[in-house]
């Protein structure tokens, strides 16, 4: 059974910072991985997709890896703000399969 | 674009009571899907529906329904209300199996 790990919980760091989330997994036989941001009582607005023979892509200020054989993925955020406060979560999707298993997410505070 | 739309966002139910939370999307998405997320067990998926016509249970389907008569629509019906079923739903919609989008959510209390 596929199980998604996202270690720490909460991270605090102040402005300015790069940072790494990470999100582990048990099975490496993925079809891809999702990285997601969740503002407070909002819903998931997607950051990056990494397809299963990538592995890196990016978007602005974010870059996401995945290392398959290991079973890891990381977010790096580059010049941290504020703004960037909120939970992120990965999920990954297993071949022929239409449901993603996701990680309990990791709560991240920019200070000011 | 709207993307994917979700309503009510926010609703009350006295257990037994029925009701159904509506999800549509505006991107041709063959795929939609229903989640429920809640403190300490994540999002887990309720049901989900590959094109009009065609839905499949998830990991915890009981006591919703759901049909899927249109591309656009994937309406999830609470068939008699219980207070296990107090959580945020949302909705979701792709390309096949490609990027998932989200929409923002449904709280819903059953007392």
């Known amino acids: 059974k596929q199980e998604v790990t996202q270690i720490p919980a909460a991270l605090s760091v102040p402005e300015g910072e790069n940072l790494v989330l990470n999100c582990s997994f048990t099975?490496?036989?993925?079809?891809?991985l999702q990285w997601f941001r969740q503002d407070p009582g909002k819903g998931l607005t997607s950051l990056l997709l990494?397809?299963?023979?990538?592995r890196e892509q990016t978007s602005g200020r974010l870059n996401a890896s995945l290392d398959k054989s290991s079973g890891r993925s990381t977010l790096y955020i580059a010049a941290s703000q504020p703004g960037d406060s909120a939970t992120y979560l990965c999920?990954?999707?297993?071949?022929?399969?239409?449901?993603?298993?996701f990680g309990q997410g990791t709560r991240l505070t920019i200070n000011p | 674009n709207a993307g994917v739309t979700q309503t009510p966002k926010f609703q009350v139910l006295k257990t037994g009571q029925s009701m159904t939370l509506q999800c549509a999307q505006d991107?041709?998405?063959?795929?939609m899907s229903w989640y429920r997320q809640d403190p300490g067990m994540g999002l887990r998926l309720i049901h989900y529906?590959?094109?009009?016509?065609?839905?499949d249970q998830g990991e915890v389907p009981n006591g919703y329904n759901v049909s899927r008569s249109t591309t656009e629509d994937f309406p999830l019906r609470l068939l008699s209300a219980a207070p296990s079923q107090t959580s945020v739903y949302f909705c979701?919609?792709?390309?096949?199996?490609?990027?998932?989008?989200f929409g923002e959510g449904s709280r819903l209390t059953v007392l």
């Open positions: 529906s590959v094109g009009a016509g065609i839905t």
């Open positions: 991107m041709n998405h063959e795929y």
């Open positions: 979701a919609s792709s390309y096949g199996t490609g990027e998932l989008f």
């Open positions: 099975d490496s036989a993925i079809y891809n």
């Open positions: 999920a990954v999707r297993l071949p022929g399969a239409q449901k993603l298993v």
């Open positions: 990494i397809q299963s023979s990538q």
